[in-house]
Each structure stands twice: as structure tokens, then as C-alpha cells.
């Protein structure tokens, strides 16, 4: 029933719910962005500090010009998406503003993983995608390690474990790298794609690093 469970799960964020994902990376937790009541449970659910920002997934890469200003090359987006690697870029007005008011910037994720693209393009905007867990504790790789959010979430996409759940490389999730500067990035996360992310923006397209 992979059918089913997508439109189960698109059922449950278009009716304002929580959804438990697996992702490429770790389990994720989503809503609907343009949702503001869903984004609010989002950040109660987690006990979440309500100036730490929500990304957002999107299906596909294209998608990316409508909620953002582009300022790298097209190509640059498609050598790093889709992957475990959240792009931070300047946000545009089509984004819900009650998402991240405090902030001009969004970080965007297309993720390596069908199930959570399919989601994405069978919702109208985008999700909200935060990882599956209370604020400060690991990330998750199994749906077994977050029972404590189970109660309120809507729905629960079981995936199967994501990686090696006794590695702990596998619970970095993704590289958070900020190309809102023209010609410049600064790695806000390392994530478990930093040696490739890196070697792609400074090697292929010249970017410089800049500190955080």
C-alpha cells in the first residue's frame, strides 16, 4: 500500500496533522508550512525553542525558485539535491509567514528518499520537516526510538530502521550549508555529507567558505 499510505499521510497533514516520515537521513516529524496552527503544534510537540527555524521539503528541485531567491546556478542545486543536504537561502513571500518570522532566510530539503518526495507533491505548499524527536535528544532511526511522540501524532509512516542504528554517524542528519551570499557559503551544521557538499561548492563552483 505505498499508494494509500501517501495519500493517508497527505490526508492527515491537509487536515492540520503531525505526521512521523522517514527520510534519508533520520525520521522526520511534518506538517504543512503554510499550515500556521500545524507549525505551532510542531514546536509544542518537541518542546522546541520557538526562535530555532523549521525547514521545509519540497518534491522537487524546481520547486525550490517559488519559495526562494536562487542565487546559485541551477546545476549547483541538482549536483547537491535530491540528498541529505539542507540549502539555507533567502525566503520569498510566498512562504507562510508565521513560518520562521524571525528570519528572512529558509532552509529547504529535497530528500534522497521516494516516500517523502511523493508526500511533498501530493500536498499543495510545502511541508515544515523537523527531525523526529523532544528538542536536544538524539535523532532517530527507528520509529521504535521516538514512542514518546507517538500520542500526538496523527499518523506514523514505519520505514524500517534508516542506516546503521549503532553508528552514530548515522544520526547526524543532513549538512546545513547557507548559500544565501553570492559567492560565498558557511557550513551551519556539519551533517553527515560535509566532505561531499564542500568539495562540490568550493571545487565545481569556486564558492568560499565562510565561518558561521
Known sequence: GWKEAVAAAAGALQAGGLVAVPTDTVYGVACL????DA???IYSLKGRNGEK???ICLGDVDHLYRYCHVNVPDELLR???PG????VMKRSEELNKDLNPFTSLVGVRVPNHSFIRELARACSGPLALT????SCQGSTLAVSEFQDLWPHLSLIIDGGPIGDIQSPE???????VDLSVSGKFTIIRPGCALASTVEILRQKYGLIPEAP
Open 33 to 36: 508550512a503554510q499550515d500556521s
Open 39 to 41: 507549525v505551532r503544534n
Open 53 to 55: 527555524p523549521l525547514a
Open 79 to 81: 549536483d547537491l539535491l
Open 84 to 87: 541529505p543536504v539542507t540549502l
Open 131 to 134: 527531525s523526529a524527536n523532544i
Open 170 to 176: 548515522c544520526r547526524l542528519g543532513s549538512t546545513v
